[in-house]
T-cell receptor, first 115, second 112 residues
């Protein structure tokens, strides 16, 4: 596609429920990243996929968080048993190669509210 | 690990100049990025520095000093539409892939 697409754009869920967030990267972009942004704060790295290599999961805050990506296509970020502190904007980004000089292209994010 | 610091908020007048500083500490440096983020929107790429010096792009310029672990983003001839958050991000040469570590962002408010 023309840009990074994320869905849903907004999600309100009850505490304890599971949620699944979707990211559709730019076609041909081999690298895909998930970041979390709490209100008024910077971006917090969660997980990174590069082609068929093992993902870098070093940023996932707990075992309630997991993500999958099939090949170089869509990725899903799953949060199980959501907590109020999970409320944030979840941003997905993709880039065309492992090391690039022009950074990422971000999607518009999913705003998650846990009530 | 990495530590990236930038001011939380700055206010400037339309037509003026504002300089946003960013200091960083990293075990290995492989590039510094500046992104602009309007409220409720995705960050968009502004600039990239990997060598010391100034990179100019229209009204925006970015400077890097690797020895000092310091960068700044200079916004000239400020316009109201420049009101946004500006994110400094560093790529660590010792980290896998193209992973960027972001600072907390600087919210710039442009007043008439």
């Amino acid at each position: 596609g023309a840009g990074v697409s994320q869905s849903p754009s907004n999600k309100v869920t009850e505490k304890g429920k599971d949620v699944e967030l979707r990211c559709d990267p730019i076609s041909g972009h081999t690298a895909l990243y998930w970041y979390r942004q709490r209100l008024g704060q910077g971006l917090e790295f969660l997980i990174y996929f590069q082609g068929n290599s093992a993902p870098d999961k070093s940023g996932l805050p707990s075992d309630r968080f997991s993500a999958e990506r099939t090949g170089e296509s869509v990725s899903t970020l799953t949060i199980q048993r959501t907590q109020q502190e999970d409320s944030a904007v979840y941003l997905c980004a993709s880039s065309p190669r492992d090391r690039v000089i022009y950074g990422y292209t971000f999607g518009s994010g999913t705003r998650l509210t846990v009530v | 690990g990495q530590n990236i610091d930038q001011p939380t908020e700055m206010t400037a007048t339309e037509g003026a100049i504002v300089q946003i500083n960013c200091t960083y500490q990293t075990s290995g440096f492989n590039g510094l990025f500046w992104y602009q983020q309007h409220a409720g929107e995705a960050p968009t790429f502004l600039s990239y520095n990997v060598l010391d010096g100034l990179e100019e792009k229209g009204r925006f310029s970015s400077f890097l000093s690797r020895s000092k672990g310091y960068s700044y983003l200079l916004l000239k001839e400020l316009q109201m539409k420049d009101s946004a958050s500006y994110l400094c991000a560093v790529r660590d040469s010792k980290a896998a892939g193209n992973k960027l570590t972001f600072g907390g962002g600087t919210r710039v408010l442009v007043k008439p």
